[in-house]
């Protein structure tokens, strides 16, 4: 019920919180974003598109301009409950690694942006996101997480390769 509530919850809001301000000011780099792991030809399909993408994208996730800062809000709630239902315990259902754990790390990895991650970002976030970023993985949550994704994940193929789709 955890995962499901996290994955309802938590993803879509993270997602509106992160590309809602690079539509806004950067939507090159918000398509960056949306593509990294699809190799470049995702990008270059899009890239003729991107004057209608944002608002496609938009609609298809139930992403307003007007909810940012609620879905910031939700974020950090979200952050909150990971905390709340850990209980300083290693992992969040019982004492063994679960999907509940699985969907939190998941969900946050594209925040975290881990070593361990199968497709790293390959472009800088503007300030104003690194701002948000940093302020998110202060939260003992996030902390957590990045462990999850070291203590679970191992290092990808994709990565260790170094074909990790740009």
């Known amino acids: ?11 879509p809001a993270l997602r509106a919180a992160i590309v809602t301000p690079l539509f806004r000011h950067d939507p090159d780099i918000a398509l960056r974003v949306l593509t990294t792991g699809m190799g470049s ?3 270059r ?13 938009r609609f298809r996730h139930r992403i307003s301009e007007n909810n940012l800062e609620h879905d910031r809000i939700i974020v950090a709630a979200a ?14 259902v019982g004492e063994a690694f679960s999907v509940a754990d699985l969907t939190a790390a998941a969900l946050l990895g594209v925040l975290l942006q881990p070593p361990e991650i199968q497709y790293p970002l390959q472009v800088a976030l503007p300030l104003y996101l690194k701002d948000y970023r940093a302020t998110l993985l202060r939260h003992p949550a996030a902390q957590w997480a990045a462990g999850i994704y070291r203590l679970h994940r191992g290092y990808s193929a994709e990565v260790a390769k170094g074909t990790a789709a740009p």
């Open 45 to 57: 399909t899009l890239w003729p598109l991107l004057r209608i993408f944002p608002s496609f994208y």
């Open 79 to 92: 952050l909150d409950r990971i905390e709340h239902e850990r209980q300083n315990r290693a992992y969040l």
């Open 41 to 43: 030809k995702a990008y």
């Open 1 to 11: 019920m955890l995962e499901d509530d996290l994955d309802e919850t938590l993803g």
